[in-house]
Every structure is written in C-alpha cells, then in structure tokens.
C-alpha cells in the first residue's frame, strides 16, 4: 500500500512562518492560493500583468511579477502549464532561489525530463491533486478533500517530506496525500491523459459505426455520453468499483459488456498501451512535445481543426437544442 498521509499527520505551523508566493492564478494556483490562505497562510501572487492578475487582486491578493513574489516568497508554489514553466522557471525564479526556499511543484513533468534543474540548497516537493482546479476550492469550502500525489526530489532542510504534507492538507488533501516521486506523478498522469484520448476517439469510432447501420446521429450521441448515463456509469467504478457496479445493470447488459468488451482488450491493446507508456518513459513523447512546440504548433492545430470538424460537432450542437427545447417547455 502506497504511503498516505492525512490531517493528523500534518504540521501546518511548518509553512505558517513562512511567505508563500503562488505563481500563476490559473486553474490550479487560483483555488490553490484561495485554499491556502484560508488555512492561515500568508499568500502573495506572482503572475504576469493580464486578466489574471486583475482576478488575484480582486481576491484581495498582494499581487507582483513573478520574480518580485519569487523573491519576497521562501515557499513557492509553481502553479503554471508545465510547458511554459520552464521558460518562466529560469527567467523570473531560478536566480531568486535562496537557501532553505521550498519549490513545490504540482507536476513532475519538467523536472523528471530534465527541463529544470534546482540549485541543491532549495527543498524540491511536488504536491499534485487529483482534481480539476475548480473542484480543488469548491471541495475545500464543502470539507470534502480530494487526493494529491505528493513527492520529495530534494531534501535540503530535512523536514521537506512533513513540509508536502503540511501544503497538502493546507491546499484541502484531507482525503490523502499518498506519497509518490516525482517519476511517477508524470507518467501517471501523462499515461492517464492519453487513455483519456484514446477514450474519445473511440467515442468518436463508435459514433460513425453507429451512424453507418443506420442509427440517428442524435440517439447515437446520446446513448454514448450525452445523456450522461456513461459519466454515472464511471462514477460507480470509482463509488462501487469498476467490475462490482456491473451488478446495476441488466444482466443482458452485464453479459454483453463482458463478451464484447473483453475484445477491445486483447494483446493488439496491451501492445499499443506499452508502446504509449514507453514513449512517456522514454522521453519520446517529451521531446516530440517540445519539437512541436519550436515548430510552432502545427501538427497541434492541425488535429485541433480537424476534430472540431468533425460531423459529431454539430451533432451535438443539435442536441443541445433539444435539450434546452425540452428544458423551457418542462418549466
Ligand atoms: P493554467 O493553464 O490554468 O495556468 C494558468 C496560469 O499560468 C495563469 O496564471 C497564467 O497566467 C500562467 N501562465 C500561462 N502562460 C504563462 C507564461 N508564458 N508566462 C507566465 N505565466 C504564464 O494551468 P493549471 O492550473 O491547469 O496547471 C498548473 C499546474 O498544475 C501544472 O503543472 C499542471 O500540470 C498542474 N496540475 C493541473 C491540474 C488540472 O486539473 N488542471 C491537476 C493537477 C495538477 P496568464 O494567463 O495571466 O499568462
């Protein structure tokens, strides 16, 4: 069982004393830093000077560049797209490092690749949730929690591994910080982020099969994800689990899931599931990810275009006619 540590185990008087700079009011660092504060820490953004910016200041947010909160901060919190981190990391952060600093990440991506490289005198920790960022605030104001990874790359202080917890929990991982490595917390979630992709092609695949015999586009779509019947389907695997929420479905249904399905994970899949954890644990996705980035994105916006004109679009714009037909004559 992996390690898993919980309010109990947590010392938040660790990172009290000290200045926590959140850098970016994205996604992550918004609810993040909203989190943090409200757990009694002193908290300043660093973010560039946009909409952002104005968010965090709204928030009544001590707002800077991010190397001013770089520098004023001895515990920061890297909460950025992991493709620009880098860049942001040497130019605004990397200079600014002062001995017994914590840098926590909520990724692994750039530092298990070897994009960026910290000067050994810092604590280095990742502190990743399980979460959408959106749900990291909302799940905190319930008192509800959610999972996060947390990892230690480097221990300067001694005290790095009770410092990930004590973010943690500060940041609402009341439902466990399962200890993890930063190797691990990437290709998880790197792997996890592709399965997710094969998922929506196949979605896509079953569509037009569904089509071509002659199925309304309309009641294909619904069936596959629209009337939301799949997504409490997958919500019963993660309540219930993934063979014993079976049992609330029909038994032709649990006869046809488990003869059919079984044909989608033959050898031909194992086989192209290693191939994608070998490309991540190779590198291969990375440096195709970053070439891509130097030649200017094409290849990403070419297979963005080409998804979005896609039939199923229009389909579902369609749909949701109906819906909201049904809706306004329903009230
Ligand atoms: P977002 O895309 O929401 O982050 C946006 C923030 O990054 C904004 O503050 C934005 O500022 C800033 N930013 C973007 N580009 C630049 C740039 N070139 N220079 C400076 N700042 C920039 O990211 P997330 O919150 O989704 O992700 C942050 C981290 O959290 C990543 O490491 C990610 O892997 C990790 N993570 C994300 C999860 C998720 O569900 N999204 C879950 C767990 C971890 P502005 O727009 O003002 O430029």
């Keep these: 069982m992996a390690k898993t540590y919980f309010k109990d185990d947590a010392n938040l008087d660790l990172i009290k004393k000290r200045k926590v ?16 504060r409200d757990s009694g820490l002193d908290v300043v953004i660093g973010n560039i000077d946009d909409e952002y910016l104005v968010r965090a200041k709204k928030d009544g947010f001590q707002t800077y560049s991010i190397k001013e909160a770089a520098r004023k901060a001895d515990l920061i919190l890297l909460l950025i797209p992991d493709e620009v981190a880098t860049e942001v990391y040497y130019r605004d952060i990397h200079e ?20 960026i490289s910290c000067p050994d005198f810092i604590d280095l920790v990742l502190v990743g949730p399980r979460m959408g ?30 410092i990930a917890i004590a973010i943690a929990m500060a940041i609402g991982s009341t439902q466990g910080a399962l200890m993890s490595s930063f190797k691990e917390e990437t290709i998880i979630d790197l792997f996890g982020e592709q399965l997710q992709g094969m998922a929506l092609y ?18 294909s779509l619904m069936e596959l994800y629209v009337s939301e019947e799949v997504s409490d389907d997958w919500r019963n695997c993660a309540k219930i689990g993934l063979w ?5 479905h029909s038994t032709t249904s649990q006869y046809g899931q488990l003869t059919r399905g079984e044909l989608s994970a033959g050898e031909d899949t194992r086989e192209l599931f290693l191939k994608v954890m070998d490309d991540i644990k190779s590198g291969k996705f990375s ?14 916006d070419s297979l963005v275009k080409r998804s979005l004109a896609h039939r199923i679009n229009q389909v579902e714009e369609d749909i949701r006619k109906i819906l909201n037909h049904g809706k306004e004559s329903a009230t």
């Design 21 to 36: 700079a959140v850098i970016g009011y994205g996604n992550q660092g918004c609810s993040q830093a909203l989190n943090l």
């Design 244 to 248: 014993k929420q079976l049992r609330g």
């Design 96 to 115: 600014e490092l002062q001995a017994g600093n914590v840098l926590s990440f909520a990724s692994g991506y750039n530092t298990y690749y070897g994009h």
């Design 133 to 162: 960022g959106p749900d990291v605030r909302v799940r905190y104001e319930n008192k509800e929690g959610f999972v996060s990874l947390i990892a230690v790359e480097q221990d300067h202080s001694g005290d790095a591994l009770n």
């Design 287 to 300: 440096r195709e990810w970053a070439l891509e980035q130097k030649n200017g994105m094409k290849v990403y």
């Design 202 to 219: 196949t979605a896509q695949l079953a569509f037009e099969v569904m089509v071509e015999a002659g199925c309304s586009p309309e009641a």
